[in-house]
């Protein structure tokens, strides 16, 4: 599950990721008896094609909002917005690193890849086969045009 700002920026949800499935909750302020009360609303869920194996979000330059970056076995990795237009999810790119030099080797691997964002949205880093790194920059059009 990660916080992030998937609607628009400014007002943070959270998104947790069931298998093939993510769901989106929205905090929602009510009046209390002593107060009041926040819980969490639902408000949408997305089908994806794999099983997510972690997720973590940043902000592009020049975004409205936050993306999401989705990764899958065995070395896959999603980059995936709100579109407001739609009122669905998009994707901003797609990225495989399951190529023969980066398995060593290795036809099944138990780790599955991770993802992780710098605190200032510059780099994304994605553990791949349990022991190698890709770095992505995270200028979005240098992500949209990046093959791999």
């Excluded at 609303?41 to 902000?59: D, F, H, I, K, N």
């Excluded at 407001?84 to 290795?106: A, C, M, W, Y």
């Excluded at 022991?131 to 995270?138: A, G, M, T």
Aim: glycine share 6%; net charge neutral.
């Amino acid at each position: 599950a990660v916080q992030c700002g998937f609607f628009k920026a400014r007002e943070k949800c959270l998104v947790v990721s069931l298998g093939s499935v993510i769901k989106v909750y929205a905090p929602r302020t009510q009046p209390h008896e002593q107060g009041t009360r926040t819980t969490l609303e639902w408000r949408a869920t997305y089908p994806l094609a794999g099983e997510v194996q972690s997720m973590t979000a940043a902000c592009l330059p020049g975004a409205a909002r936050e993306c999401l970056f989705l990764t899958f076995m065995d070395a896959k990795l999603a980059v995936v917005e709100y579109n407001p237009g739609k009122n669905d999810i998009q994707t901003v790119s797609l990225h495989h690193f399951e190529d023969v030099s980066s398995r060593d080797g290795l036809y099944q691997t138990t780790a599955p890849p991770r993802v992780l964002v710098d605190p200032s949205s510059r780099l994304a880093a994605m553990t791949i086969f349990g022991r190698k790194l890709v770095v992505l920059s995270l200028d979005k059009d240098e992500i949209a045009n990046t093959e791999g």
